[in-house]
């Protein structure tokens, strides 16, 4: 299976964007999901996962402004970030979890 992220761009603080993560073949169904971020120069940080079950879970930072959801249907998971900060600046991963594949990122940019 592999995963390819999309959806990123350059937004100025309080705007939205939404990604967009769509996986290959069959196995996206039966895995949760995931989005993590890695700001320059700062360690990847873990931001929702989405079980298959439909519970989330949000990092403090993200929480009330970020929402995970997927369509099993289409094979994709989405973020929808809402209420953006620069602090949000930095490239966005989706993860598989049961397979523990990572989609290439996609860039979000946020300008003050």
């Known amino acids: 299976v592999q995963l390819q992220a999309s959806g990123g761009g350059l937004v100025q603080a309080g705007g939205s964007l939404r990604l967009s993560c769509v996986a290959s073949?069959?196995?996206?169904?039966?895995?949760?999901v995931g989005w993590y971020r890695q700001a320059p120069g700062k360690l990847r940080e873990w931001v929702t996962t989405r079980l298959i079950g439909g519970a989330t879970n949000y990092a403090d930072s993200v929480k009330g402004r970020f929402a995970i959801s997927r369509d099993d249907a289409k094979n994709t998971a989405y973020l929808q970030m809402n209420n953006l900060s620069p602090e949000d600046t930095g490239v966005y991963y989706c993860r598989l979890f049961k397979y523990d594949v990572w989609g290439q990122g996609t860039q979000v940019t946020v300008s003050s």
């Open positions: 073949g069959d196995r996206f169904r039966d895995s949760a």
